[in-house]
Structure formats: C-alpha cells, structure tokens
C-alpha cells in the first residue's frame, strides 16, 4: 500500500478468525461505497444490493452493461424471501442442497430489488456463499450485496487480490484480502422454468450434481439459440489481448501431440497446460524436438479437476501479461462429478 490512507482502506483477513475487523468494511458499505472481497469461487466487487447509487458504483469500476444483470449475495434464508417471492418447491430444494456454495439461483424478484440490479427484469440472481468471511460480511452488513466478479468487464475473473490490484486502483473503496480463492471458477446459474432446473452458466457445482437432486436438469449453455436470450452471453467474456487456441482432443495422445505440434509451430508462446503435458513437452524440449521460444505453466494434474479451477484464471492472466503471441491451452474433462464444497 502506498501511503497511510490507503492502508486503512486495506485488510488483510487471510489468517484470521477475527471478524470483528469487517468493522470497517461495513461503514463502507452502509454509506453506499464499493468493496473488493473474497469469496470460495472468486473474488466479488460489492455495494449495498438495496441501494441504486450504490449498485450504479459498481458498475461503473467494472465497465459493465447496464443490459446485464446482477446476483445478490446472502447471508440466511429470510434474506432469500425478502427480496424474493413465489419460490417454489423444487427451488427450496435445490437452495437447501446448494446453498450454501457455489450455486446461483435465479428468482422473481420483490419490489424492494432496484432496477439497475435485475437489469429492469423481474427476476434476481441469488447465492449465499460458504467463504466465512463473504457470509460474515452480509450478515454484518444486514443488506444482500450486489456482487458481480471482481474483474473488468470482458477480464478473466479475480482469484487474488494482486491480480485485480492495479485495474481497480482507485475505483473501489476497501479491499479485503483473504487469500487465494478456494474453488477459483465462477458459481453455476441456474433458473427453474417449469419444474426443471435450466442451468444458464456452467460453474463449480456440476450438472450431475444438480440432476441428482432434480431429477432432471437442462443445459441451456449449450444450446447456442438460448445461449443467445442470456444477458451475460450477449457480452463478451474473457476477452485477453492476446489470440488462444484450446487443444481439445478426445485422446491424451493425441492430445500431447498436437500440443507439441502447435509449441513448434510459434515462436513466443504460452501453453497453459497439465503436469504430465507439461512433463512431456519439458522432456520433448531438452531432448531438443522443440526450437521455439515457449513458456509452459503448469495448471495441475490431469485428473485434479479442484487444483486447475484454482489456477486457470490466475494462469489466463499471467500468460496475457507477458503479451506472447500465442495462447496454447490444454482443455480438461467437459463433464465431471466433482465434490460439492457445500461442508
Ligand atoms: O461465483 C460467482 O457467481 C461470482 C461471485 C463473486 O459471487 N459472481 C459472478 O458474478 O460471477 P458475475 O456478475 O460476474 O456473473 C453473474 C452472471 C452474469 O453473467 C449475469 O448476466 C447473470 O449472472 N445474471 C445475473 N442476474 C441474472 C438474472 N436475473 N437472469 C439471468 N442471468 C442473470
Ligand atoms: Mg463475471
């Protein structure tokens, strides 16, 4: 921190149990100014969710639409009910199972949701977290708290706190630090039309998971003609500057190979990819098959799916950071049975 005001705007909570020291933060939010935070999927940048010129703030840090909504985070049930109305069955259920974690729910909304949250829509996102420090903040706040990612519009979402420093410097009030983001990916969204479970962004908690407790679920992600109908997929996401290309192939070897192919290909590039890719190509490099000039990070075991959600958005980053001319990513499992981080 660069000088004495700022330090007081700054806490450092990584280590600690002691949460009356969200003291601070909470002044800031009760007199309507933006918060930087953790939370177990990614960082949030957060106003009070009740207060217009609050929420106006945040989206002006983060350059977003305000054609795209924004989820409220909660801190209990009665919070759920009082900015939402006619929650039905499967609803509760799915929040009882879900929530809380890494799970957001669309909503109708009640009157008391300003316009500027739902994007003018009669519904709102709603997630009540399972970082302590997230759920300590709401419930010592007393408010929902509009919490989008904490990120640039069109940036990789923030799992630490040096990743965003420099592009909110001086557009938010207080940061919080708490340390590397648990899970590292984003909530999943799902809304329920009709009695099923429809999942609108694909996140942390899985289709299966979601299905085993529904009985059915639809993947609206992957249906490019609803795709279309989703505010947040109308916008540009994950935008870097520099050009990617995902290796994707169903075969592993294949798979190695055609990351080989590719790392001899350009010169300057970045491969983000797994540890026994990473073995390969390193061995391949020294054994003198490759020429080029490339930089590998290393994501995590193939099959450790929790460990490459933690590193993928950090790894986004620091790759663009270096301005190479290429991104070679390695892709991962589509479908996976992870473990819920609901306790
Ligand atoms: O894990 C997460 O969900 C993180 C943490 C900070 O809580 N938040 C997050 O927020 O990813 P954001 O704003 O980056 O992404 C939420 C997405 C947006 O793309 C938005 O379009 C969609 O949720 N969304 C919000 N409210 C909606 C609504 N009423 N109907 C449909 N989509 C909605
Ligand atoms: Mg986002």
Redo the contacts with the bound molecule.
């Keep these: 921190m660069e000088n004495n005001a700022e330090m007081r705007r700054y806490l450092d909570i990584k280590n600690e149990t002691d949460f009356e020291k969200l003291d601070e933060a909470i002044k800031v939010i009760k007199n309507g100014g933006v918060v930087l935070f953790p ?1 177990e ?4 940048i957060g106003a009070n969710g009740l207060s217009s010129e609050a929420v106006e703030k945040v989206f002006k840090a983060k350059g977003r639409s305000t054609k ?4 409220l ?1 909660v801190s209990s049930k009665e919070m759920v009910e009082s900015i939402a109305k006619d929650i039905t069955e499967l609803e509760y259920k799915l929040m009882e199972a879900f929530f809380p974690g ?1 799970f ?1 729910i ?1 909503l109708n909304k009640k009157e008391n949701v300003p316009d500027i949250v ?1 994007a003018g ?1 009669s ?3 709603v ?1 009540m ?1 399972s970082s302590k420090i997230t759920t300590k903040l709401v419930e010592m706040a007393g408010v929902p708290i509009a ?3 904490a990120n640039l519009s069109g940036k990789p ?1 923030g799992t630490n706190i040096n990743d965003i420093i420099e592009e909110f410097k001086g557009k938010v009030d207080y940061i919080i630090d708490g340390g590397e983001s648990e899970i590292g990916i ?2 999943t ?1 799902v ?1 329920v039309v009709d009695g099923i479970p429809h999942i ?2 694909p ?1 942390a908690i899985t289709d299966t998971q979601i299905e085993k407790v529904a009985g059915k679920v639809i993947l609206d992600y992957l249906d490019s003609e609803k795709n279309k109908s ?3 997929n109308n916008l540009e996401h994950y935008k870097i500057k520099t050009k990617c290309i995902l290796v994707d192939e169903e075969d592993i070897e294949e798979n190695k190979t055609k990351l080989l192919e590719l790392a001899n290909k350009y010169d300057n590039s970045v491969i983000i990819c797994s540890n026994e890719s990473a073995n390969f190509i390193c061995s391949n490099k020294s054994d003198g098959f490759i020429e080029k000039d490339i930089t590998i990070f290393n994501m995590g075991a193939k099959d450790n799916l929790e460990e490459v959600s933690r590193n993928i958005f950090k790894l986004l980053r620091k790759a663009d950071d270096i301005s190479p001319y290429i991104i070679i990513i390695e892709g991962v499992e589509k479908k996976r049975n992870r473990k819920s981080y609901n306790g």
Excluded: F, W
């Design positions: 939370t999927t990614v960082y949030g795209n909504p924004i989820n985070l890494a957001t669309i739902t829509g519904t709102v996102g997630r977290s919490a989008p990612s979402s984003e909530s969204i809304k609108l962004r996140g989703l505010p947040s």
